[in-house]
């Protein structure tokens, strides 16, 4: 169930960018860069569970600490040792997760039975200017996210509603270029349309970032279903299209401009580091974990391939949308209507369910990074401060542009390049001077990394910083070359 979970966070909004990279970059450069940001991708969420097993074992050791002290001090006040055993063994029971296997003896000290979210490990093994840099990644990285979402949804219900009025009903997708000064119903123009439906839904779905966002399992549940039909439709569509031999893509090998992008969406699409601790902790028999989690890195990686193989030989490069499901909602490609406007809508039902939950995590993360122990909020910064800078800022980047494959490219290649490579390599290098501090130079972590020598941390963290400058050198060149 958890490896389900994990794939359906990763097979997320990034892989309907995937098709439109895949034809700018040429399908060699973009299968060898997929097949390489999935190993590497891989290899640091071997990090991070290697950094969870070691904060694991730190905090049992600190409580282990605890108890001694506490049973000292009960031991010369007269309290019995029956119980102290009877506490010691409830507060176990209440700690331990309801899907740990009850096991015999002493469990393992790096066992991951508690829950310990990435922002608890940087104030763990890193020192105050690493947390700080942590928060801030991941800010950044979340507002990408919401002015991604924000954009997504008008889009979309853009060229839907465009395409069905006026003169070129269905033609979304045909090849026809549209421009934004271009008419959309009556005087009204195909941009005014869409900052229209931003508004909407900013006024819709913004207000929830002022409150807690909670009881989504239902809304959770739906959304994937309706992602997977989503997904299966597409790649069956545009493989009977090119067997009846109506395919029209002729895709390139190689076109090193479109490498940019691409690395940022490829990057984007595999994200998941921030989130395994919710994912691999209810796990009950974690002994197999790392060679799971490969199978499941594997089965991303032939969906992807599928997804934007299928799409760049059904369609023409300049005909592919930045939301792949658009190029489905032009009448020569479906007939049925139902199906042209479900896909076409798609991105509209998923997206609007997640951008609250994210939302209200990004405001959660802001209230962390400016907390000071023991303090509390004025309710004017609490209630009104906090929940407009989260909402703001990615309204007014969605306001300006509607780009995503750029907005999905520069938000994966920067805040996601620091999450997704260079915050796992930190954790796990700290925590494993953290441990040999702790607990010694012999003691072994049940969960450490395959990649267990210092030159594969080296390895992503020059990765990941060479990756910076690529992506800035080629943002520069390209930016004086217009």
């Known amino acids: 169930v958890g490896l389900v979970y994990m794939f359906n966070l990763i097979v997320g909004t990034g892989a309907l960018t995937m098709p439109k990279a895949f034809a700018t970059a040429g399908w060699l450069v973009s299968l060898v860069l997929l097949m390489f940001l999935g190993f590497m991708s891989y290899m640091t969420t071997t990090f991070v569970v290697e950094a969870m097993a070691a904060a694991n074992a730190q905090l049992r050791w600190k409580r282990m600490e605890k108890r001694k002290d506490d049973e000292d001090e009960d031991s010369s006040s007269g309290v019995s040792d029956s119980d102290v055993l009877l506490q010691d063994g409830y507060e176990r029971a209440e700690t331990r997760p309801i899907l740990s296997v009850q096991r015999r003896g002493s469990p393992n000290i790096f066992e991951i039975t508690e829950r310990v979210e990435m922002g608890q490990m940087a104030s763990m093994f890193f020192n105050k200017v690493g947390v700080n840099l942590f928060y801030f990644c991941i800010i950044i990285y979340l507002y990408g996210d919401l002015a991604i979402y924000a954009a997504a949804v008008p889009v979309s219900l853009m060229q839907v509603t465009c395409s069905a009025t006026g003169n070129h009903s269905c033609s979304v997708g045909d090849g026809t270029k549209y421009n934004d000064t271009d008419k959309c119903w009556g005087p009204i123009r195909r941009i005014d349309a869409y900052r229209l439906y931003l508004a909407a839904f900013t006024l819709l779905l913004g207000p929830f970032t002022f409150f807690n966002v909670q009881k989504t399992k239902y809304l959770q549940i739906m959304t994937s279903l309706m992602r997977w039909i989503a997904f299966i439709l597409m790649i069956i569509l ?245």
């Not at 002729?250 to 490829?266: D, E, K, T, W, Y």
């Not at 542009?401 to 915050?423: F, R």
């Not at 930190?426 to 925590?431: H, P």
């Open 238 to 482: 545009a493989l009977i299209r090119i067997s009846k031999g109506q395919a029209e893509g002729h895709p390139s090998m190689a076109q090193l401009s479109g490498i940019r992008n691409l690395f940022g969406v490829c990057v984007y699409s595999f994200m998941c580091q921030h989130s395994l601790p919710s994912l691999i902790t209810p796990i009950s028999k974690k002994k197999h974990v790392n060679k799971l989690v490969l199978l499941d890195y594997i089965l991303i990686l032939a969906f992807y391939s599928l997804l934007s193989f299928t799409a760049i030989y059904c369609f023409r490069n300049d005909t592919l949308m930045d939301m792949y499901t658009l190029n489905f909602t032009n009448c020569k490609i479906i007939n049925v209507a139902f199906i042209r406007y479900f896909l076409g809508l798609f991105p509209v039902f998923t997206i609007s369910t997640n951008f609250p939950i994210i939302a209200v995590t990004l405001r959660n993360n802001w209230k962390t990074l400016f907390h000071r122990e023991g303090g509390t909020y004025p309710w004017v910064v609490d209630r009104i401060v906090f929940p407009a800078i989260t909402l703001i800022p990615p309204v007014l980047v969605a306001f300006c542009t509607h780009d995503l494959e750029s907005l999905v490219g520069i938000t994966g290649a920067y805040a996601g390049n620091g999450i997704q490579y260079l915050i796992p390599a930190f954790l796990a290098y700290c925590s494993r001077k953290d441990t040999q501090l702790v607990f010694g130079s012999g003691t072994v972590n049940k969960h450490l990394s395959p990649f267990r020598h210092t030159f594969w941390i080296v390895f992503v963290l020059i990765w990941g910083f060479s990756c910076f400058v690529f992506v800035t050198a080629n943002i520069v060149l390209s930016e004086s070359k217009l």
